[in-house]
Nanobody, 123 residues
Framework: QVQLVESGGGSVQAGSSLTLSCVAS????????MAWFRQAPGKGREFVGG???????TYADSVKERFTICRDNAKNTMYLQMNTVEVENTTVYSC?????????????????WGQGTQVTVSI
């Protein structure tokens, strides 16, 4: 089993930066691929971006110019650096991990999920 805990969410002003963290514990060696998803009220989870064990990243087109994902394998932590945030980025962000080495955009392909952290962007 793998446990995921997100942190770093909060209320920020549009145009500022925010970094989310996702700390994994347990059998982390079984989850080479991690990703961030977000879910707005009344909508399904949306792929934000992900990172493989080797550092290769994939981003949704809507965020690739402003968001950066990295991971510190020694700390079992994945980060989501959000720059120039927009009001539209307001939602709950969750991290996920899967036991396969290939990146996936489909929520059904992820085996473990965190509880999520709320990001609220105001003007």
């Amino acid at each position: 089993q793998v446990q995921l805990v997100e942190s770093g969410g909060g209320s920020v002003q549009a145009g500022s930066s925010l970094t989310l963290s996702c700390v994994a514990s347990g059998r982390t060696y079984t989850t080479p691929t991690m990703a961030w998803f977000r879910q707005a009220p009344g909508k399904g989870r949306e792929f934000v971006g992900g990172i493989r064990w080797d550092g290769a990243t994939t981003y949704a087109d809507s965020v690739k110019e402003r968001f950066t994902i990295c991971r510190d394998n020694a700390k079992n932590t994945m980060y989501l650096q959000m720059n120039t945030v927009e009001v539209e980025n307001t939602t709950v962000y969750s991290c996920a991990a899967r036991t396969e080495a290939l990146m996936a955009l489909d929520i059904a392909r992820y085996d473990y999920w965190g509880q999520g952290t709320q990001v609220t962007v105001s003007i």
